[in-house]
């Protein structure tokens, strides 16, 4: 892979996903683009049960979860535990999450490209490191409202 | 003159009372049963009625003067209704009204009663009017239309019911086969993700990704119809740019740049997946052929229209490599194949640098 754009920061990834194969492969993912994965559930119970250190600065989040549980519950504990952590929905029912996101900041549907997946990483990696981000939204990655105000200043360019 | 006076009218004729008075010979043959009743006397009975009463009612004129009129009323008669005549005498006026009634044998016919006080010059009331037509089979029609209406209406509501309770399955199954078609290509396209990243042989590994990039559009394809609002259309300029930013996006090339200038080119949705394949032939052919060892450059997408046809046109300005017509590779077949069934033709123009691959795309009919 090329050498990444001056504003690049290696990302600590926590990914909540009940689903192994795509755990696995967005776990791939995320270190292929130079990032490193913090942490890895299946519910909302093994998120409850992680260790605090390090913090993550992005939480990849899937709404359908293992035991019963769901993507909402983990972003609000997220916000509780981790406050700067970005918080990002992975799922294929994008519809079901509330018009504001909950406080969480933005969702990649399901079913992803490879493409698709990394220019969001990427875009998310931008906005993280130096906000707003350099590169201009990718379709893969909506935005949650709040955010969407913040980072889309740039965005209008010559998409 | 006004109804009020009407009085009158009666009056200007010169006539003798008794057996010769007009009026009174009226009221006694006509075919309308009628009674007159005197208030002044306790419980306002009958003083007299005539032959069409007694025919209606059954009952003699000896049965009948000197009595309340309740006495045609029975079990079935309708409380409310004959409140509202109580009240009209009371309050001395006019009502008209349909009663049932019964006769003496005991059967029952629709009274369409019609009650009025009669006023003397005092103005006071001296005698209270009525007149009764048999409205039984208006009534009965009435009944029997109400009837059949209020079973229609049940029949509806079931069948309303049973519909709803279907479409409620239905939808029930279309979410559940949707989540597993996405939850399907989003597996299909791990699996290939992990596959490739487990091959050592560069070869195959590049055929691998190939084949995972068509996966791909196909997923991506699907992804924007589940999150269009209409379902029935597919906008492939819109599909094109998107496709381009997210490979050049992936790829963290800085030093290509992606000009888009499109207007929207919609195709009914049955044509998405095969114009999806054949746009991402192109993309990829021009960013990582086209473009590639890292050579910078720029791609541009522009898409019009002129009523009858759409064009979209890709053009990039890498090494001016075009898809061999001959070449017996897939990336070739998939456009050749793909582009009929929506009568898509595509060109290949080398330019002085670069490559241009033109896309003509019947327009979609408005109407279907």
């Known amino acids: 892979m090329t050498p990444s754009p001056p504003a690049f920061k290696a990302l600590q990834v926590l990914i909540v996903e009940d689903e192994p194969l795509l755990a696995m492969d967005v776990e791939m993912m995320v270190e292929e683009a130079g990032h490193s994965v913090v942490g890895e559930a299946a519910s909302l119970y093994e998120v409850e049960a992680m260790e605090t250190e390090p913090a993550p600065d992005l939480a990849l989040v899937d709404m359908q979860l293992a035991r019963g549980t769901n993507g909402l519950d983990v972003s609000k504990l997220i916000q509780d535990r981790w406050p700067s952590a970005v918080i990002v929905f992975v799922t294929a029912n994008p519809k079901k999450i509330p018009d504001d996101f909950s406080g969480a900041h933005g969702v990649i549907a399901k079913p992803f490209s490879r493409s698709g997946f990394l220019s969001a990483l990427n875009y998310l990696g931008e906005g993280i490191a130096d906000p707003p981000p350099a590169s201009s939204q990718p379709s893969s990655f909506v935005a949650a409202p709040a955010v969407r105000e913040i980072w889309s200043v740039r965005s209008q360019m010559d998409r | 003159m006004s109804q009020k006076d009407d009085w009158h009218l009666t009056e200007i004729l010169d006539y003798e009372h008794g057996r010769g008075d007009p009026f009174a010979a009226a009221v006694r043959a006509t075919r309308m049963a009628m009674v007159i009743t005197d208030p002044a006397q306790p419980d306002n009975p009958i003083v007299f009625c005539n032959e069409a009463f007694q025919h209606l009612t059954g009952y003699d004129r000896e049965d009948i003067v000197g009595r309340n009129c309740r006495f045609l009323q029975g079990v079935d008669t309708d409380e409310a209704s004959i409140a509202k005549i109580r009240a009209a005498i009371r309050a001395e006026e006019s009502i008209h009204i349909d009663l049932l009634n019964y006769r003496k044998d005991g059967s029952t016919f629709w009274n369409a009663l019609f009650l ?17 037509l048999d409205v039984t089979d208006r009534v009965m029609a009435q009944e029997t239309i109400a009837a059949q209406k209020a079973a229609v209406d049940s029949e509806v509501k079931r069948r309303t019911a049973d519909l709803e309770k279907a479409l409620e399955a239905k939808t029930l199954l279309l979410h559940e086969v949707d989540h597993r078609v996405k939850n399907n290509l989003t597996m299909i396209g791990a699996l290939l993700r992990l596959q490739v990243r487990a091959i050592d042989d560069a070869d195959i590994r590049v055929k691998l990704e190939t084949m995972m990039e068509r996966i791909d559009a196909l997923a991506t394809v699907h992804r924007r119809l589940y999150q269009a609002d209409d379902v029935t259309r597919f906008d492939v300029a819109a599909f094109a740019a998107n496709l381009a930013s997210d490979v050049i996006g992936a790829s963290g090339r800085s030093n290509i740049r992606l000009k888009c200038d499109i207007e929207p080119i919609e195709v009914r949705s049955e044509h998405a997946s095969a114009l999806g394949l054949i746009l991402n032939e192109v993309l990829t052919n021009a960013i990582k052929h ?79």
């Open chain 2, 116 to 132: 009025s006080p009669v006023r003397g010059e005092s103005g006071d009331v001296q005698f209270f009017f009525a007149s009764q």
């Open chain 2, 290 to 368: 086209g473009l590639r060892e890292n050579r910078a450059g720029s791609v541009s997408i522009i898409a019009t229209r002129d009523g009858e046809e759409a064009t979209l046109s890709i053009e990039d300005d890498g090494v001016g490599l075009i898809m061999d017509p001959a070449s017996s590779g897939l990336g070739h077949a998939l456009i050749k194949r793909l582009s009929p069934q929506s009568g898509t033709t595509v060109a290949w123009d080398r330019l002085p640098t670069g490559t241009r691959v033109t896309l003509r795309i019947p327009e979609m009919e408005q109407t279907s």
